[in-house]
């Protein structure tokens, strides 16, 4: 153990960590490092004033941190797994190992974290997945959408207020149709090889045996209150006397394990029709305190969409991300774009670094333009139409030039959105800030050359605390999502101008999710892919490990490694400990309202090296990478 606390320590200083504790796994099995063991070497960590730290321009992040477990970065040859828990990890390994497709791993991948990491993803919930067959690039939609009886006032007060963010989260009215099982069905069609209904193997045995009880399962429901008002969630999740499970306790699903079964025999079908959508409906719309609005038909008409991929030209690489319904892509080679369009000569262009203050203006300056076309613009493109005719037009070269010019010495503090080719006026709205939240992603290769990157959420941690068994009347269940208040809860300004990303029947709500695919632009070979969790942070933790590889040279688990930093239009956001004192006071003087927060990214990269590929995992949360 002492060997491992003596790395851990070392890595702990290279990473910048100072004052989180940190576990690390010897032969005696998992410890803590206290923060003074980690302090040894380490730089002495900056501090804010109280008053600065609860901004109301700060979203809040998903979920909270649970410390940093140090991850070695992984290599394979033939093909490799990157999932946000070591038995998901394992579930998707095993199927690649029995010579199951990327497609297939995944499917075996999100069943088991529904059962282990049921607080951020499940087949309750929705998904984007972009996907390489080896020739061409699709983008799977699985988003969930807003029930056919819903309209723009869904969370509105009889005064015409948008209702406490919370009170919309928790219980029904929040409850999209949820998509990624009908999704992955419609994918594993196209690029399935193995029986869909042996991919379900991993996770029923897992649901029946019990699993462990990881750290991380534990402190999200030591956080969590809301949880335990459900009856049925409180007796799964909780002991007798009110408090979460202990680590290493075997937890139980039966009623998933049933479920499960059913999705494995029939499809599905078992989800949108029959005793499992009767069971989400009513448990919707009997909602003791917030009642939704979620129906049958609702459920046996969604349909998943295949979209066209954004692929973007950027130095010497291809990006291929996902369009909108999701901002995450284009937000993120927004950034790139305007960082590029200042030149290479700019301060904090390259040879200053990642974390250094020159560079973290110019980035978080980008990311306040960006935001700010993010708001104005992106909505579900069956209901809102792209800026100029097409959604690339935020990213037209001379655009990004004229955006990027807008970034001077001193921080603009709050950036407008702009007008792209073909914008006559601004028909929207821009949305006022909410929060957002999410979410798992998990990224694989197979041993074919076919990949994907899928980022796969309930929205909020916990979703909407809704706990459906299917009919099944046994403990345990899975959750049901909150999706619905990823739409603005306003549906217009105090102007009555229409916000584009408004409640409306039938539509998917905007989302950051990132999911992301790297090709070499030179001979079209896969190089990447990556994506993240963490709500409209998404955006940065994707920008971020996009730069440290691409930009910065390092390997993708060093690229994850590095601290969190952004902007959403307001304060400038530094990861909480990670950053020296002169950082932050350079930024200061530089006009930035600065915050050091929890930034808890969930990270996973898989990246072409030599003949093979390595793998890097979030040390943030419980990701592991295995591979042949």
């Keep these: ?184 069905e419609q994918a594993h069609r196209a690029h399935g090889k193995l029986p869909w209904a042996r991919l379900f193997e991993p996770a029923i045995r897992l649901a029946e045996e019990g699993f462990a009880v990881s750290p991380r399962l534990h402190t999200q429901l030591l956080a969590e209150q809301a949880l335990k008002a459900t009856p049925n969630a409180a007796a799964y999740f909780y002991g007798t006397d009110g408090q979460p499970h202990p680590v290493g306790h075997r937890l139980r699903n039966p009623a998933l394990a049933q479920v499960l079964k059913r999705l494995a025999a029939e499809g ?161 709205a821009p949305q006022p800030h909410q929060p957002e939240f999410g979410t798992s992603h998990l990224s694989i290769v197979d041993g074919d050359g076919r990949a994907l990157a899928m980022t796969t959420t309930i929205e909020a941690v916990w979703g909407s605390r809704i706990l459906a068994d299917g009919g099944t009347g046994l403990p345990g269940g899975f959750l049901l999502n909150n999706q619905l208040t990823d739409f603005s809860s306003a549906p217009a300004d105090a102007q009555g101008r229409p916000i584009a990303n408004r409640v409306e029947p039938g539509k998917r709500p905007r989302s950051s999710m990132s999911p992301m695919l790297v090709f070499d632009r030179r001979d079209g070979r896969l190089l990447m892919s990556l994506g993240s969790p963490g709500g409209a942070a998404i955006i940065h933790f994707t920008a971020k490990t996009l730069l440290g590889t691409l930009a ?7 690229a994850i490694d590095l601290p969190n930093f952004g902007s959403f239009n307001g304060p400038t956001v530094l990861e909480k400990g990670r950053f020296d004192a002169a950082t932050v006071e350079a930024l200061k003087a530089r006009g930035h309202a600065v915050q050091e927060i929890d930034m808890t990214s969930g990270l996973q990269a898989i990246q072409r090296q030599g003949g093979g590929w390595f793998g890097g995992a979030d040390p943030r949360r419980e990701g592991v990478v295995r591979g042949d």
């Design 1 to 184: 153990m002492y060997e491992a606390c003596v790395r851990a320590a070392k890595a702990a200083c290279f990473l910048g960590v100072r004052a989180l504790p940190l576990r690390v796994r010897g032969r005696a099995g998992w410890g803590v490092l206290g923060a003074a063991a980690l302090l040894v070497g380490c730089a002495a960590p900056s501090s804010l004033p109280s008053s600065q730290l609860a901004l109301p321009s700060v979203p809040p992040l998903p979920e909270g941190p649970s410390g940093l477990t140090v991850k070695p970065g992984w290599s394979a040859q033939r093909f490799m797994v990157a999932a946000a828990n070591p038995l998901a990890t394992e579930a998707g390994y095993q199927v690649l190992k029995a010579g199951g497709s990327a497609l297939d791993a995944a499917i075996a991948v999100q069943m088991v974290l529904t059962l282990v990491e049921p607080q951020s993803s499940g087949i309750g919930g929705g998904a984007f997945l972009m996907h390489w067959d080896g020739k061409a690039v699709q983008a799977w939609d699985g988003r969930e959408t807003a029930p056919a009886a819903a309209d723009e006032r869904l969370f509105l007060l009889s005064d015409g207020k948008p209702m406490p963010f919370q009170q919309a989260v928790v219980g029904g009215r929040s409850v999209g149709v949820p998509g990624v099982v009908r999704m992955l």
């Design 268 to 428: 599905s079908a078992a989800m949108h029709t029959g005793p499992i959508a009767q069971d989400m409906v009513r448990r919707v719309r009997e909602h003791p305190t917030t009642p939704g609005l979620l129906s049958t038909a609702d459920l046996a008409g969604y349909r998943p969409v295949v979209r066209e991929p954004i692929c973007t030209d950027w130095r010497a690489y291809r990006v291929c991300g996902f369009p909108p319904p999701s901002s995450g892509h284009l937000a993120v080679m927004q950034i790139l774009g305007m960082l590029d369009a200042l030149g290479p000569d700019a301060p904090g262009a390259s040879s200053d670094g990642p974390s250094s203050a020159p560079f973290l203006h110019r980035y978080t300056e980008a990311a306040r333009l960006a935001f700010a076309d993010r708001a104005q613009y992106v909505a579900d493109p069956d209901f809102v139409p792209a800026p100029g005719g097409r959604w690339t037009s935020l990213l037209d070269p001379a655009y990004l030039q004229a955006r990027a010019s807008l970034i001077g010495a001193q921080s603009m503090k709050t950036a407008q959105p702009g007008r792209p080719p073909g914008v006559e006026r601004l028909s929207w």
């Design 552 to 558: 910065f040279g390092l390997d993708a688990q060093r």
